[in-house]
Structure formats: structure tokens, C-alpha cells
């Protein structure tokens, strides 16, 4: 089995974002196990972090040309080419402390992250790596573009380009992930079409993109530059996409792309959100115990930190959890929960109070998953900024988000939101009294 790696020493890169066009200063810090990757924004009083991950995306529509994560109003944009480093580099746990809102573009590539990277050495942990194992077959497709994502006992990405260019053409590139750099698929840069430039531009995108940092293809050649590789558009775009993946974690499944980019790519991870959320259900195969995680709760385990029973216990599994930090819980609502007998029986609408009850339970196992506070009592205090969104129904699989706030000793706030198919359903600002049991 793979174990968890981190770095070993502080590394600092500084650049200039591709979009924005500012300078911006990046260091790299090493990280526990299970952390993940975690952004810190720096420049910011407080400080945000954003962990990298399948609920941390945001929208391709709002953010063009670009993969961008974000936490209420803070975002960090262009992260693909750092996260393909760290997924080729096989890199688990990370803090990437930035003082700006873009990651730097560097050369147009993920090369000189992985230089500073590997400066940095790369060390093995003690905890086994966590693997997203696809067991039955997934596909998105978006135009003419299509993913198709089937079973792999390895990570191999089959991508097929094709443009409308004579430079472009087309290309294919099928690789296996298993540490050989020989192809060289981190130096590949980002590239346009001469004829998006001014679009691009009017976009407010490419603000720090120039001719050494971009291959712009006209019609007849490469403007003012020329290709490091061979077939550097193909594996740019794979570069692209490894870090998009990475945003699910590490996969065994053989991912096979046509003429994908961020907005597809990103797609797919919602696939993937949901695909991952069925399997940690039971849903998927004939049993999910592979996708089981350090982090993750089933019902005899949030019996253990909440004193809730039927019929006022409302959350069926805690598929995500980082210790004082953030918890993701689920809420199957079925026909026969309790209160559709008595709330709206002709149009069965789950209890708004209960959605907040969910929310409130979930962010109780949160603070109460702490070592400090075992075997304490979260007392529901106050609940502010409520806001309800859509109804709930039967049918629905309630998605609970909570993140916390302001942690004292006896008093703790968290931030809520509950989702159904990826759109907000209601959101709070609940606030709890910590008391001994």
C-alpha cells in the first residue's frame, strides 16, 4: 500500500498570475497526514484557508478558461497547473500559503513548481494514501467534447485533442501515472488561438499572459516562441486535467478524454462528488468499505458523540470529516420519515426547522470530534442569517456543509449550508454552548 507524502522543508516561488496580471508571492509548507491541500490566503486579515477539494470548486461559468476554488466571498484562481505538480509528484499533504488571489503562471507550465518541489523533498508519512477507486462506468460530455471515467487498477488518462488549426491538429497521449517523468508532461505550457486573444481581453483574462508564458498559434506558425515538446498541446491539456482531477483526490480508474477542458473537466468532478457520496452510502458495487476514510462517520460512530436517537436523529452518515475544521453529513429523506405524516401530507415538504436541526447536528459532531471536548453536550444556542433556499422532498439526499467559525472554550459557532443535486437548499449561522456530559 501507497503511504501519505508531505515535504520536508519551506519553499517560496514568487510570479505573476496569467489572469489578474499581479505579482504574487507562494510558499509551500509541509503538512500532517490527512490534511490534503490546503490554501492559506495570506494576504487577508484573517487569514482563509480553502482546502482543494470536491466541494471547494467553483462555478467554470463565473470563472472561464481557469479552475478556481473558493470559501463564501475568498477565492483562489488558476490552481490546475499547481495541482497537477502535486499530483504528479505524488504529494498528499501540503499548505500553500499565498498572498494574492492567483496562483503565479510561472512559465505557462507546471515546471518549476515541480523544481521547487522537489527542492523542497518529498517524504513519506505514516498514513496509508487515500485512493477515489471507480467501480462502474461515468461520463460526461459537453458539446463535442466528452470524459468517459471506467475501472483502472491504476491512474491512466487516454486524451485525444483536436483543433481547427494546422499547428494544433490533433494529438493523442496515453499515459500511466506510476513516477517516471521521462515524457516530460510537467514542462508543457498553456497555449491560445491567436483569434481569442481580444476576446480574452475583454473577458478581463490573460492580463499576465505574454508570448514566453503562452503559445499563441496563429494560423501559420507559433507567434514570437516555439514548442519545448513535440506534442507539448496534448500533454498540456492532460497537465490541465490531472490537476482538475486532483481536486477528487487520487484515482484508480482509466480516464478517457476527448477534446476535454476546465469547464468538462470540472463536470466530471460533480460526477465525481456524487459518485463518491453514493459509494460512501453503500450504493455502488456490493459494498463501499473501500472508500472508507479516517474522517468518515457510519451511524454507530455519531451515536458515540451525539445523544440524538430515532426519531431525532437526522443525520445517517458523516462522509468528510478535518477535525475542527470542516464536516460534510448526509441526510437521506425518505417517504417514511416521521414528519411527512403530520407536515403538508397532501405535499410531502420536510420541516425547514428540521433542515436547521440536520445542520445544527452535524456541526455538533464537528466540535464534539475534538479530544477536548469527548464526552460533551452541544447545547443548541442561537441560530442567525437563516435562509431557505428550495423545499425538500421526499426522495432528496440532503448534503450538510458545516465549517466552523469562532471556537472558545465553552461556546462554539459554525457555518451551515445544506445542499440537494449541488444546488443550496438553506443555509445558518448556528451557535452552540459546550457543557460537560
Given at each position: 500500500?501507497?503511504?501519505?507524502?508531505?515535504?520536508?522543508?519551506?519553499?517560496?516561488v514568487?510570479?505573476?498570475?496569467l489572469?489578474?496580471?499581479?505579482?504574487v508571492?507562494?510558499?509551500?509548507?509541509?503538512?500532517?497526514c490527512?490534511?490534503g491541500?490546503?490554501?492559506?490566503?495570506?494576504?487577508l486579515?484573517p487569514?482563509?484557508?480553502i482546502?482543494?477539494d470536491?466541494?471547494?470548486v467553483?462555478?467554470?461559468?463565473?470563472?472561464?478558461?481557469?479552475?478556481?476554488?473558493?470559501?463564501?466571498?475568498?477565492?483562489?484562481?488558476?490552481i490546475?497547473?499547481?495541482?497537477?505538480?502535486?499530483?504528479?509528484?505524488?504529494?498528499?499533504?501540503?499548505?500553500?500559503g499565498?498572498w494574492?488571489e492567483?496562483?503565479?503562471?510561472?512559465?505557462?507550465?507546471?515546471?518549476e513548481?515541480?523544481?521547487?518541489?522537489?527542492?523542497a523533498?518529498?517524504?513519506?508519512?505514516?498514513?496509508?494514501?487515500?485512493?477515489?477507486?471507480i467501480r462502474?462506468?461515468?461520463?460526461?460530455?459537453?458539446?463535442?467534447?466528452?470524459?468517459?471515467?471506467?475501472?483502472?487498477?491504476?491512474t491512466?488518462?487516454?486524451?485525444?485533442l483536436?483543433?481547427?488549426?494546422?499547428?494544433?491538429n490533433?494529438?493523442f497521449?496515453?499515459?500511466?501515472?506510476?513516477?517516471?517523468?521521462?515524457?516530460?508532461?510537467?514542462?508543457a505550457?498553456?497555449f491560445?488561438?491567436e483569434e481569442e486573444?481580444?476576446s480574452?481581453?475583454?473577458?478581463?483574462?490573460?492580463?499576465?499572459?505574454?508570448?514566453?508564458?503562452?503559445?499563441v498559434?496563429?494560423?501559420?506558425k507559433?507567434?514570437?516562441?516555439?514548442?519545448?515538446l513535440s506534442?507539448?498541446?496534448v500533454?498540456?491539456?492532460?497537465l490541465?486535467?490531472?490537476?482538475?482531477?486532483?481536486?477528487?483526490?487520487?484515482l484508480k480508474?482509466?480516464?478517457?478524454?476527448?477534446?476535454?477542458?476546465?469547464?468538462?473537466?470540472i463536470?466530471l468532478?460533480?460526477?465525481?462528488?456524487?459518485?463518491?457520496?453514493k459509494?460512501?452510502?453503500?450504493?455502488?458495487?456490493?459494498s463501499?468499505?473501500?472508500?472508507?476514510?479516517?474522517?468518515?462517520?457510519?451511524?454507530?460512530?455519531i451515536?458515540q458523540?451525539?445523544p440524538?436517537?430515532?426519531?431525532?436523529?437526522l443525520?445517517?452518515?458523516?462522509i468528510?470529516m478535518?477535525?475542527?475544521?470542516?464536516?460534510?453529513?448526509?441526510?437521506?429523506?425518505?417517504?417514511?420519515d416521521?414528519?411527512?405524516?403530520?407536515?403538508f401530507?397532501?405535499?410531502a415538504v420536510?420541516?425547514?426547522?428540521?433542515?436547521?436541526?440536520a445542520?445544527?447536528?452535524?456541526?455538533?459532531?464537528?466540535?464534539l470530534?475534538?479530544e477536548?471536548?469527548?464526552?460533551?453536550?452541544?447545547?443548541?444556542?442561537?441560530?442567525?442569517?437563516?435562509?431557505?433556499?428550495?423545499?425538500?422532498?421526499?426522495?432528496?439526499?440532503?448534503?450538510i456543509?458545516?465549517?466552523t467559525?469562532?471556537i472558545k472554550?465553552?461556546?462554539?459557532?459554525?457555518?451551515?449550508k445544506a445542499?440537494v443535486?449541488?444546488?443550496?437548499?438553506?443555509e445558518?449561522?448556528l451557535?452552540f454552548?459546550?457543557?460537560?456530559?
Open positions: 500500500m501507497d503511504k501519505q507524502n508531505t515535504i520536508k522543508n519551506r519553499v517560496v514568487e510570479g505573476v498570475g489572469h489578474t496580471g499581479k505579482r508571492k507562494m510558499e509551500f509548507l509541509p503538512a500532517p490527512n490534511t491541500v490546503v490554501f492559506i490566503r495570506k494576504d486579515s487569514e482563509v484557508m482546502k482543494a470536491l466541494y471547494s467553483l462555478d467554470p461559468e463565473k470563472y472561464p478558461r481557469r479552475t478556481s476554488i473558493g470559501q463564501g466571498d475568498v477565492f483562489i484562481h488558476t490546475e497547473h499547481l495541482m497537477s505538480a502535486f499530483y504528479l509528484l505524488g504529494i498528499d499533504n501540503i499548505y500553500v499565498i494574492g492567483e496562483v503565479p503562471g510561472m512559465d505557462g507550465s507546471a515546471k513548481f515541480v523544481e521547487k518541489l522537489l527542492e523533498e518529498i517524504v513519506s508519512q505514516e498514513a496509508l494514501r487515500k485512493y477515489l477507486v462502474e462506468p461515468l461520463w460526461v460530455e459537453e458539446n463535442d467534447s466528452c470524459i468517459a471515467v471506467v475501472p483502472y487498477r491504476e491512466r488518462i487516454s486524451y485525444t483536436k483543433y481547427d488549426n494546422r499547428i494544433i490533433t494529438g497521449l496515453d499515459i500511466i501515472l506510476n513516477g517516471d517523468f521521462s515524457d516530460k508532461i510537467y514542462e505550457r498553456t491560445c488561438l486573444v481580444d480574452l481581453m475583454k473577458m478581463g483574462l490573460g492580463k499576465g499572459s505574454n508570448y514566453e508564458n503562452t503559445l498559434v496563429s494560423k501559420r507559433i507567434i514570437k516562441n516555439q514548442l519545448r506534442d507539448e498541446f500533454k498540456h491539456k492532460v490541465d486535467l490531472l490537476g482538475d482531477l486532483y481536486l477528487a483526490g487520487f480508474a482509466h480516464v478517457i478524454a476527448i477534446r476535454s477542458g476546465h469547464s468538462l473537466n463536470k468532478l460533480n460526477r465525481l462528488k456524487k459518485y463518491k457520496e459509494a460512501l452510502l453503500g450504493g455502488v458495487g456490493s463501499a468499505s473501500y472508500f472508507r476514510e479516517e474522517g468518515e462517520l457510519f451511524i454507530d460512530d451515536k458523540v451525539l440524538h436517537r430515532y426519531p431525532f436523529l443525520v445517517d452518515r458523516i468528510y478535518e477535525k475542527g475544521k470542516k464536516a460534510v453529513g448526509i441526510k437521506n429523506v425518505t417517504i417514511n416521521y414528519f411527512f405524516q403530520g407536515h401530507p397532501s405535499k420536510m420541516p425547514g426547522v428540521l433542515i436547521i436541526e445542520m445544527a447536528q452535524v456541526g455538533g459532531v464537528l466540535m470530534a475534538d477536548e471536548n469527548k464526552g460533551k453536550l452541544a447545547y443548541f444556542m442561537a441560530a442567525n442569517n437563516i435562509k431557505f433556499r428550495k423545499t425538500v422532498e421526499p426522495g432528496d439526499q440532503l448534503i456543509e458545516v465549517t467559525g469562532k472554550k465553552r461556546t462554539g459557532t459554525v457555518i451551515t445542499f443535486d449541488n444546488k443550496i437548499v438553506a445558518a449561522e451557535m454552548a459546550l457543557v460537560d456530559n
